[in-house]
């Protein structure tokens, strides 16, 4: 059973920065395509970023420049470095993980909260 666990979130000050973590039980974690989504109040749940098995990056339009998706194979974990942070980024943060053959997230955290005060 692959676990993946987050950390990290909190209550931050617009413009201040956050870094989530996530990780992961995984024993072939670096064959894991891994991501982080959001969900606001009253809103649909969106990705956030994406990081492939060879470092390749994507990232939602609202968060390009700000955030940073990242990966440590040997911990096993993902990083999601958070700057610049607006009160329309607050949400519960979601890790999110597949194998590279899958076509969709299999795996996901519990979620942590980060809010952001104006």
């Known amino acids: 059973q692959v676990q993946l666990l987050e950390s990290g979130g909190g209550l931050v000050q617009a413009e201040g920065s956050l870094r989530l973590s996530c990780t992961a039980s995984?024993?072939?974690?670096?064959?894991?395509?891994m991501g982080w989504f959001r969900r606001a109040p009253a809103k649909e749940r969106e990705l956030v970023a994406t990081?492939?098995?060879?470092?390749?990056?994507n990232y939602a339009d609202s968060v390009k420049g700000r955030f940073t998706i990242s990966r440590d194979n040997a911990k096993n974990t993902v990083y999601l470095q958070m700057n610049s942070l607006k009160p329309e980024d607050t949400a519960v943060y979601y890790c999110?993980?597949?194998?590279?053959?899958?076509?969709?997230?299999?795996?996901w955290g519990q979620g942590t909260q980060v809010t952001v005060s104006s």
């Open positions: 995984i024993h072939t974690f670096s064959i894991y395509y």
């Open positions: 990081i492939t098995t060879g470092g390749g990056t």
């Open positions: 999110a993980g597949k194998m590279y053959t899958s076509a969709s997230y299999d795996y």
